[in-house]
């Protein structure tokens, strides 16, 4: 089993840059398709990013395409989402989740995935 852990949320204004962490424990997360979702008050909880095991392969929802991007440290066991040019519509609590299939089948359901984190605030202010 994996536990993980989510940080680097805040409050940040329209246009800067943020970058959460997502560390892990118990397992290295080079065992598991490893994602980030978002969840905005009164919404459904949605896809943003996809790293495959490796790190070679990467997927990012058309929402966030060319402003976020993620990435995984196998050292440090953590993966990361850089995000850019924030906008007030990113505002949500930001999730990391665990995904044990293979990346070519990595769902973008989230009750698909095996492991989840507590999540991490980020208001984008405009």
């Known amino acids: 089993q994996v536990q993980l852990v989510e940080s680097g949320g805040g409050l940040v204004q329209a246009g800067g840059s943020l970058r959460l962490s997502c560390a892990a424990s118990?397992?290295?997360?080079?065992?598991?398709?490893m994602a980030w979702f978002r969840q905005a008050p009164g919404k459904e909880r949605e896809f943003v990013a996809r790293?495959?095991?490796?790190?070679?392969?990467?997927n990012t929802a058309d929402s966030v395409k060319g402003r976020f991007t993620i990435s995984r440290d196998k050292a440090k066991n953590t993966v990361y989402l850089q995000m850019n040019s924030l906008k007030p519509e990113d505002t949500a609590v930001y999730y990391c989740?665990?995904?044990?299939?293979?990346?070519?089948?990595?769902?973008?359901?989230?009750?698909?995935?095996?492991?989840w984190g507590q999540g991490t605030q980020v208001t984008v202010s405009s």
């Open positions: 790293i495959s095991r490796s790190g070679g392969g990467t």
């Open positions: 118990g397992r290295t997360i080079g065992s598991y398709v």
């Open positions: 989740a665990g995904y044990s299939g293979t990346y070519a089948s990595t769902p973008t359901t989230p009750s698909l995935y095996d492991y």
